[in-house]
Every structure is written in C-alpha cells, then in structure tokens.
Antibody
Framework: QVQLQESGPGLVKPSQTLSLTCTVS??????????WSWIRQHPGKGLEWIGY???????YYNPSLKSRVTISVDTSKNQFSLKLSSVTAADTAVYYC???????????WGQGTLVTVSS | AIRMTQSPSSFSASTGDRVTITCRAS??????LAWYQQKPGKAPKLLIY???TLQSGVPSRFSGSGSGTDFTLTISCLQSEDFATYYC?????????FGQGTRLEIK
C-alpha cells in the first residue's frame, strides 16, 4: 500500500519561499509509471493542481504558478519536493502530495499540510 | 485552461436516495475525467477514472458516465458515509483542472 506524507514548515513569511517534502513509502518513485504531484486547496475552496514530476526529472507545472514553482525529486530518499517562491497570503492553503498514474488522475494522496503565509 | 463546472454546488438528500451530480467541461475532453470524494479535514479519494471506471475498493453504488463535455456521477442508494464534497477533474490537457465541488448534505 503506497503512502505519502508531506512535511515542512506550517508558517512562512510573505516574500519568502515555501518548501515542502513528500516522502513516499510502500513503493519506489524510481520504478516509473507514475507522476508525483502537488495539489493545493485554499481554505474552504476547491482544488488547484500545482504540478508534477517524473522520476527522471521531467516536470509539468500549472502556468498560473510556473514562474514561482520548482518541483524536484530525490530517488535515493524516495522523496519529492515543492518550492514556491515569493509567497503571499494568497498562497495560504492545505498542500497535498499525490501520485498520478501516467499523467492522469490522482490515486494516492498524502494527508495534507496547512501552510499559512503570515508575518 | 479547460474550465470544469459542477452542478449543483450543494444540495441535500436523504439516506437511500439516488443522486446525480453533473460536471461540464468548457471543451471536449473525451473520457479523460475523474471523480473524487472529500470529507472534512481529509484528502480527496479517487472514486472513478476514465469517466466510468470504478477505482478498486469503491462501492458499486457509485457510477460515472459521459464523454465529450458532459459527465455525471451517480450514487444509487445514499449511505450515511457518502455525505461529503465531490469533485470532478479533467486530465485531457494541461493544466489539469478540477470542478468547484458539489457539497452533498443530509436532509
């Protein structure tokens, strides 16, 4: 059973960089066939796809965030990470990591982590 | 970006009811559509993919249909654990996008 777990600071100051890591267990990122994703949900709102990465390092980003987003992978640790720069209060959200078979839907999700942007 | 519009945004139903939620895409997406269920404080759970394929472990009272621009999620006999928010998601083109959600409440 694949499990994903987000980790990182729950509070980030405006203009700084939000950094989160997702640790995958029960399966290897480097086995291929899946894209490893970040999705966020503003409080009380819907879901927004941020982007995803393949184990080889290929990435796809949401154009609305592309200029500020970097997703990277560390296959040796079975982890992938999100960096979102120049954050504002509008980036306050629950951030989820998830697995996508090929480039499709999201079949396994982490529990989510709330990141608040505030001074 | 493809806009996904769900209807209704919220509604009330009773245990045992048959309910249908609609999702409309702003352009054709073939059958590249998934449905998710989300309960408060929890991550979304994949219910259906490829518009009508039930994810492993999901009860058969859930079903999906549609192709092109119009899709439906049907719950044939509501159970207490089905009261939640439901989202559709297209994966036909980037950026991947979700509907705004349909909140299903107990009447």
């Amino acid at each position: 059973q694949v499990q994903l777990q987000e980790s990182g600071p729950g509070l980030v100051k405006p203009s700084q960089t939000l950094s989160l890591t997702c640790t995958v267990s029960g399966g290897s990122i480097s086995s291929g066939g899946y894209y490893w994703s970040w999705i966020r949900q503003h409080p009380g709102k819907g879901l927004e796809w941020i982007g995803y990465i393949y184990y080889s390092g290929s990435t796809y980003y949401n154009p609305s965030l592309k200029s500020r987003v970097t997703i990277s992978v560390d296959t040796s640790k079975n982890q992938f990470s999100l960096k979102l720069s120049s954050v504002t209060a509008a980036d306050t959200a629950v951030y989820y990591c998830a697995r996508a078979p090929a480039t499709t839907n999201f079949d396994y999700w982490g529990q989510g982590t709330l990141v608040t942007v505030s001074s | 970006a493809i806009r996904m519009t769900q209807s209704p945004s919220s509604f009330s139903a009773s245990t045992g009811d048959r309910v249908t939620i609609t999702c409309r895409a702003s352009q054709g997406i073939s059958s590249y559509l998934a449905w998710y269920q989300q309960k408060p404080g929890k991550a979304p759970k994949l219910l259906i993919y490829a518009a009508s394929t039930l994810q492993s472990g999901v009860p058969s009272r859930f079903s999906g249909s549609g192709s092109g621009t119009d899709f439906t999620l049907t719950i044939s006999c509501l159970q207490s654990e089905d009261f939640a928010t439901y989202y559709c998601q297209q994966y036909y083109s980037y950026p991947l996008t979700f509907g705004q959600g349909t909140r299903l409440e107990i009447k």
